[in-house]
């Protein structure tokens, strides 16, 4: 059974930082692209950053561009976000995707596997 576990959710003042995890299993993921990506309430799932397997693509939100940053560990397999100088527009619950793309994809559509979300709450 395919299974993607973020972790690392909590609540945090404006200007703090916060630092995703996300554990993949159930299946080889070798060569999957991965990203991160979040809704907030009332709002359509958004794209913020996503990597290709080696590492050498990655692309980012405007909004989070300067300030989050993603990583994968290959050998475990997991993905990271780290989040900082977050921001209350920020609060959302943060979703971790496997996608089998050429490369790596903003597309929510293209991606295979989600995990269940893990919730980040910025207050002012």
């Known amino acids: 059974q395919v299974q993607l576990v973020e972790s690392g959710g909590g609540s945090v003042q404006a200007g703090g930082s916060l630092r995703l995890s996300c554990a993949a299993s159930g299946r080889t993921f070798r060569n999957a692209a991965m990203g991160w990506f979040r809704q907030a309430p009332g709002k359509e799932r958004e794209f913020v950053a996503t990597?290709?397997?080696?590492?050498?693509?990655?692309y980012y939100a405007d909004s989070v561009k300067g300030r989050f940053t993603i990583s994968r560990d290959n050998a475990k397999p997991t993905v990271y976000l780290q989040m900082n100088s977050l921001k209350p527009e920020d609060t959302a619950v943060y979703y971790c995707?496997?996608?089998?793309?050429?490369?790596?994809?903003?597309?929510?559509?293209?991606?295979?596997?989600w995990g269940q979300g893990t919730q980040v709450t910025v207050s002012s």
């Open positions: 990597i290709n397997w080696y590492g050498s693509y990655i």
């Open positions: 995707a496997a996608g089998f793309v050429p490369s790596t994809t903003r597309d929510p559509s293209r991606y295979d596997y």
